[in-house]
């Protein structure tokens, strides 16, 4: 199965909309049940410049994952970190999905963006997003307790972080 990632387009809102509405996304992200389909056609229609987002085809063309990279060129302090947040879709979970988009990610953050660090955040009871995250090179930094209020209960969250050569360090 070849996997090809691109930038979102913002034609792409429903498919989003479905990947955020699969039970293990839900469950896995920060995102509600039942999101809108009219609020993800707002967002793609008009990002902000800090935000880079990529979604991952399967060979018919049909939108299975989501990555989004935030950066911050506006704050002088964290213009080296970007922050990711990912979504695959229930059915292609385990698949690839999620190792193209995170290839994808690190390689613009590497370079084209020069970006040093990458950050996300992970629950903790995530062990195939965190052996993923831990396949690029991401480490826990720490913990998060309680974090966020899932399915009827708090739940912790690790810190994980990936740190990078900054291109003019390969000299």
Excluded at 21 to 35: D, H, Y
Excluded at 76 to 105: E, K, S
Excluded at 118 to 137: G, Q, S
Excluded at 151 to 159: E, K, R, S
Aim: glycine content about 6%.
């Amino acid at each position: 199965m070849t996997i090809t990632i691109r930038r979102t387009e913002p034609s792409d809102y429903k498919a989003i909309q479905q990947i955020c509405a699969s039970p293990k996304v839900v469950w896995g992200t920060l995102q509600l049940p039942f999101p809108s389909a009219e609020q993800w056609r707002q967002r793609l229609t008009e990002p902000p410049e800090d935000l880079f987002s990529l979604v991952a085809c399967a060979e018919n063309n049909e939108v299975v994952g989501q990555l989004v990279l935030h950066t911050f060129p506006h704050r002088p302090r964290r213009r080296h970190v970007g922050q990711i947040n990912m979504a695959v879709r229930d059915d292609w979970q385990g698949q690839g999905v999620g190792t193209a988009l995170m290839q994808a990610a690190v390689d613009l953050a590497d370079k084209w963006l020069n970006l040093t660090r990458l950050e996300l955040e992970v629950f903790v009871d995530n062990a195939p997003a965190i052996r993923l995250y831990e396949k690029f090179d991401f480490s826990i930094e720490g913990t998060l307790v309680n974090f966020a209020f899932r399915d009827g209960q708090y739940v912790d969250t690790y810190l994980m972080a990936r740190l990078g050569k900054r291109a003019s360090d390969e000299v």
